[in-house]
């Protein structure tokens, strides 16, 4: 069901044409920055080595006004979507749209200002949790549960404290089309290790994150096509190939669950699939096995054969 007359697409644009042209953002007043040093870790997926850049910080801090902008865009975004999932009248379509957008203004913002100030970096994190979590449940048939459900919650969801990867698809059963391990490559017609699992579903099927961590690598990259690489603790990395498109950004903190992309086929692929690719301090692993396993358990680690 769309709005015909209060979209979430037709609301924010005019937001944020208005708050850019106004300077509210810090969109048109940013001090020219200096050169910056930076630190390199080069990782590989595929056959494709990818670098990632972590730049010194820049030095220019927010504004009050910028600030006062930032805190007044989410709260109305928060105050829309919960109005118009409890109308009914909003789609996945427009909250794809919305976190797009507010993915690209983070971006924008965290490339020129030092440091989001601490209550601000709450609201949007909230906020951003809400919006995933919005996606997940319009993927559910029961509306009626989607209206007991606030999505905006101070918190996110109790968990277990335990370290461990979950399926990054909403599937209970999800279907493996490759396993780990040396294969024929499918294109290329020799054999090579394959250094992930393939997961098959449908164009446009959420892909979810694994694990909590912080988004280092989201962007287009030859073979791998689209992908989103999330830096985990104890030096777990994990790794979402050949996407439709990308639902999170370098430098964004991310919940085990959170919608981080779409399914697709870009890159060297035959078909629309996920290429996931777990590993541990610069080593693949097969993640068939590490799914559901309580990893920040020494006798888990021991029985999986992992150090």
């Known amino acids: 069901m769309r709005c015909s007359t209060c979209s979430i697409v037709g609301f924010l644009l005019p937001w944020v044409v208005f708050l850019a042209l106004n300077g509210m953002l810090g969109c048109t007043h940013l001090q020219k920055r200096d050169a910056t040093s930076e630190t390199v870790t080069v990782v590989e997926i595929m056959g494709e080595r990818i670098e990632l850049r972590q730049e010194q910080a820049p030095v220019r801090h927010m504004a009050p006004k910028e600030i006062t902008a930032w805190t007044a865009m989410l709260l109305t975004i928060e105050k829309r ?74 918190k996110p969801p109790e ?76 030096g777990w990395r994990s790794y979402y190939a050949h996407l439709q498109d990308t639902l999170a950004l370098p430098g964004q903190e991310v919940d085990r669950g959170q919608p981080i992309g779409l399914m697709g086929s870009t890159g060297r692929s035959t078909g629309v699939h996920l290429h996931l690719k777990l590993e541990k301090d610069g080593q693949s692993m097969d993640p068939v096995p590490l799914m559901n396993a309580r990893l920040n358990d020494p006798k888990v680690i021991r029985r999986l054969g992992y150090h």
């Open 81 to 154: 979507v919960t109005q118009q999932l409890d109308s009914g009248n909003l789609n996945i379509h427009d909250l794809l749209v919305l976190r797009r957008r507010l993915n690209g203004m983070e971006f924008h913002a965290r490339k020129h200002f030092a440091s989001f100030p601490r209550v601000l970096s709450q609201d949007l994190k909230r906020v951003n949790r809400g919006l995933s979590q919005a996606i997940l449940l319009l993927k559910q048939a029961d509306e009626a549960e989607i209206r007991r459900v606030r999505v905006f919650a101070a």
């Open 159 to 234: 968990e277990e404290s335990a370290f461990g990867f979950r399926w990054p698809v909403t599937q209970i059963d999800p279907v493996i089309s490759s396993p780990f391990g040396m294969r024929r490559h499918p294109i290329l017609k020799k054999k090579m290790f394959h250094d992930g699992t393939d997961i098959v579903g449908q164009a446009g099927d959420l892909i979810l994150a694994c694990e909590s961590g912080t988004v280092v690598f989201a962007d287009f990259k030859g073979a791998a096509g689209n992908m989103v690489i999330i830096q985990h603790e104890d």
